[in-house]
Structure formats: C-alpha cells, structure tokens
C-alpha cells in the first residue's frame, strides 16, 4: 500500500472557512486518494459539514479549536491572542511535530507567515521566507517569487530567492536545472535598483550549479515565460501578481460582453465554444490557486482567502505536489552547495564594500 500523505487543514481560514475547505477537500481527496487530513476548526461549525462528506470525515482526524484568527488581524495581535488555541496555529504546529506533512490555510497571509516563521523557523542560512506562486505562461508555466512576503530585499536575499524558487521549479516541474531570472525595469545591466544589479552580477560572476542564470527580465516577459523562475522583492511582486489577476478578469468580463451585445456575437460564441472553454480554463485563476512558503523548515500553503471550492482543492493539489516531489530536500541540498561555493563569500564580499 502506497504511503499516504497527511495534510493538516485550518478549517477556519478564508472568507468562507469550513464551507469551501471541506468540499475542496473532497474534491482534492477524489484525486489523491492517498491523503490523510487532519482538520483544526470550530467542532460546532465543521462538524455538521464534516458529516455531509463522509468520504473527507472517513480520511481525516478532527481536532477541535476555539480560536480562529480574523481575516483583518494584524499579524502580531494574531500572535499575541490565543495563537496556541487557534486553527491557524495548530495547523503549522502539525508539520512542526511531523504529524502532517504540509499545512494549508486561507486565512490571514499576514498571520500564517508570521505564525509559520515563528513556529517553524527559517532555515539555515536563510533570512527571510518568500511566498511564490504559479504563474500560467504561454509556454506552461512559471514561478515568481517573492510575492508578498518581503518587502524589500538586498542582494543576498534576492539569491536566496533565486535558490528557493529553482528548488521549487526542479520539484514541480522536474527541470534539472531551471533558468532563473531577476525582475528589473529594463535588460540592460546598467538599470534598476543597486540591489538588484548587485545580485545578477554575482550571479553571473559565480554560477549557481542548481540554476541557470538568465539576466533581468522586465514585467511583459513573465507571461511570455521568459524563464522559468523570476526573482523579485515582495513589494514589486504582490502589485505584479494583482495586476495579473486583475487583468485575467478584465479580459473575462470584457469577453462576456462581447459575446453577448448582438445576436451575430451569441451565433459566433456557439460556433467558437469550445476554443472560449479553453481560454477560459487557461485563465481560471482557481487552476493555481495556491502560495507556496519557502525557506521555513516546513511546507505551508496559503490559498486565496476568497477562492471557492476548486481553488482550494487545486492548494491541496499544490501540497501534495509539494510533498511527494521532496521539496524541502531539495531546497536543503541546494543552500548546502550553494554555501560551500563561491557566490555566497562573494556577496558577503561586496555588502562589505558597500
């Protein structure tokens, strides 16, 4: 019998909570029959939930919490207020402990990044955690990393970035060596901000063996997937990653209205339906719902806090993938080799001369 996969639930999170994670759960569940869920909520509120899908009840353990953090809490009152009692909490305590193997929540991204940081600690060598996502490109796939939980970055925490995310590449998409690229406003190595030129100098100085350096990339090359990891600080990141969510529906809600203004359009949408079901699919931010934490001694996943049921099993997906492809191995290999070459002395080097 095949290992199973125990993945830990704050059955709180989210705008929807219990009412979108259970059912995600099942839909995840009938995909991955292997997981075992252990699920941390309300009893008087998952419960009767929990008791419509029998088949999540039947694979999961329940462990009741009179705590959930608010979706408006800031991160230190989340910490200070009953953080041991609380759903969030307990789910990273549970990837802590090893009784799950990764955390997924909806909840506050401000409180999980600050409860996982402080629960699970950073890794060796590593400063602070970067949360990355999937970004659907017209080649597949990228990932972009930081995209919110650093604002600000120096060079040496752009190249710890860079690592993460091409661990993150080679576990997900089983690329021996991705390409990697650095966020700036233009190509040319004479633009952007000093941190960023300093990291891709040193990238190139002194090649990273897990990755291929590529250069800077600008905005208009992440669609395009330009490479297969694109690097940046979290400010940049975040607004980069809105945009791009706030366009796809731009584009959805511009499509709909076109279609449906004359009689002619209605016709034309019927003859091209099935080539719009493919656009629409491909757009589906529910498809990649999912931020992965990296750098934490532990997998924890953030689904968007509004996505329905899909998009939450699609962050399950995510953790499954996460586990089952030996992420934080991969990761802890990576900063060894990379701590036993030359670019890490290199950029301790020039923060010195700066």
Not at 131 to 148: H, K, Q, Y
Not at 152 to 169: K, S
Not at 177 to 187: A, E, Q, S
């Amino acid at each position: 019998m095949a290992k199973t996969i125990p993945i830990s639930l704050d059955a709180m999170g989210g705008d929807h909570g219990p009412e979108v994670v259970i059912p995600g759960a099942e839909v995840a569940l009938v995909r991955h029959p292997d997981i075992r869920f252990l699920i941390y909520g309300n009893e008087k509120v998952v419960l009767p939930i929990l008791d419509r899908y029998p088949r999540v009840k039947e694979a999961s353990t329940f462990h009741h919490c009179d705590v959930s953090v608010a979706m408006d809490a800031k991160p230190s009152q989340a910490l200070r207020q009953g953080r041991w009692r609380s759903s969030m909490w307990r789910a990273i305590e549970a990837v802590k402990t090893e009784e799950a193997a990764v955390a997924v929540s909806a909840g506050n991204t401000g409180a999980l990044m600050a409860m996982s940081k402080f629960c699970l600690r950073t890794m060796a060598n590593i400063e602070r955690p970067a949360i990355a996502a999937i970004w659907p490109t017209t080649r597949g796939e990228s990932i972009v990393l930081d995209v919110g939980a650093t604002i600000g970055a120096d060079a040496q925490q752009l190249i710890d970035f860079a690592i993460l995310g091409g661990a993150m590449a080679r576990a997900l998409f089983s690329i021996e060596k991705p390409t990697v690229g650095l966020l700036n406003i233009g190509v040319e190595e004479v633009k952007g901000l000093e941190e960023v030129r300093t990291a891709g100098r040193l990238m190139r100085e002194v090649p990273l063996s897990s990755l291929t350096y590529s250069g800077f990339v600008e905005g208009d090359d992440i669609g395009q997937g330009a490479v297969d990891v694109v690097v940046t600080e979290g400010f940049a990141g975040n607004i980069a990653l809105k945009t791009a969510e706030g366009t796809a529906k731009q584009i959805g809600g511009y499509l709909r209205a076109a279609m449906s203004r004359t009689l002619m359009s209605k016709i034309g949408y019927f003859f091209a339906k099935s080539a719009f079901d493919r656009l629409r699919e491909k757009m589906d931010p529910r498809k990649v719902n999912g931020g992965v934490f990296l750098g934490l001694n532990g997998i924890v996943i953030k689904s968007h806090g509004g996505t329905d049921a899909e998009g939450y099993a699609a962050a399950i997906d995510l953790a499954y993938d996460m586990v089952r492809n030996e992420l934080t191995q991969k990761i802890a290999h990576d900063l060894v080799h990379y701590h036993r070459g030359g670019i890490a002395r290199a950029a301790k080097n020039s923060e010195g001369d700066q």
